[in-house]
């Protein structure tokens, strides 16, 4: 079992702010680093995979970064939308296989 | 990347009895998982389902429990069996995808037992 931690839980941002949130995972043995944007009713849609320290991914306002070597992994949007509003998983296998979840940053866009 | 569907969406089930869930996956691929996230908990994986072998079920979980089935390349089943209320939870099945097994989600059954 592997700990995969999120803060925070949940976060309320209005419109036009940017806001990042944080995945902590162990840095032993690392494999990669998932995160997922799960809407309400919707599927969880995969965002990034990572696999490199210093790695940086981006789609379009979103952009999440990577230190493996502390364990961490920060989930930036820039000027938050409604249409952002969602929980936000990261996971990190400890294989091929099993993926081990954290609880999520659920996120909330005030217009 | 596979598109999946599942049914049902949604269910209220008496305690004590049985649930199938199924899931559908638009292209053949070798492994299913199943996935529930209980209220205020982690996305848990239950188990991996594997075309033409038993699933490979993870600590904690167990066959009697969660039996599924595997028929073939593009279909699972997942039976939550002799229900109890802490079983409420939202099912998931997915597909991986790559070397680093992106997950892609089926839209998830919300399953409340009284």
């Not at chain 1, 944080?22 to 032993?28: D, L, V």
């Not at chain 2, 089935?69 to 991986?96: A, K, Q, W």
């Amino acid at each position: 079992i592997l700990n995969v931690e999120q803060s925070p839980q949940s976060l309320h941002v209005q419109e036009g702010d940017s806001t990042n949130f944080t995945c902590s995972f162990p840095s032993s043995n690392f494999y990669a680093l998932h995160w997922y944007r799960w809407e309400t009713a919707k599927s969880p849609e995969a965002l990034f995979v990572m696999t490199l320290n210093g790695d940086e991914k981006k789609k379009g306002r979103i952009s999440a970064t990577l230190n493996t070597k502390e364990g961490y992994s920060y989930l930036y949007i820039k000027g938050s939308q409604p249409e952002d509003s969602a929980t936000y998983l990261c996971a990190s296998p400890t294989g091929a296989n099993n993926l081990f979840f954290g609880t999520g940053t659920r996120l909330t866009v005030i217009p | 990347s596979a598109v999946i569907s599942q049914k049902p969406s949604r269910d209220i089930c008496q305690r004590g009895t049985s649930l199938t869930i199924q899931c559908q996956v638009d292209s053949q691929v070798t492994m299913m998982f199943w996935y529930r996230q209980q209220p205020g908990q982690s996305l848990t994986l239950i188990a991996t389902a594997n075309q033409g072998s038993e699933a490979t079920y993870e600590s904690g979980f167990v066959i009697d429990k969660f039996p599924i089935s595997r028929p073939n390349l593009t279909f699972s089943t997942l039976t939550v069996s002799n229900m109890s209320p802490e079983d409420s939870s939202i099912y998931l099945c997915s597909v991986g995808e790559g070397p680093y097994n992106e997950q892609f989600f089926g839209p998830g059954t919300r399953l409340t037992v009284l």
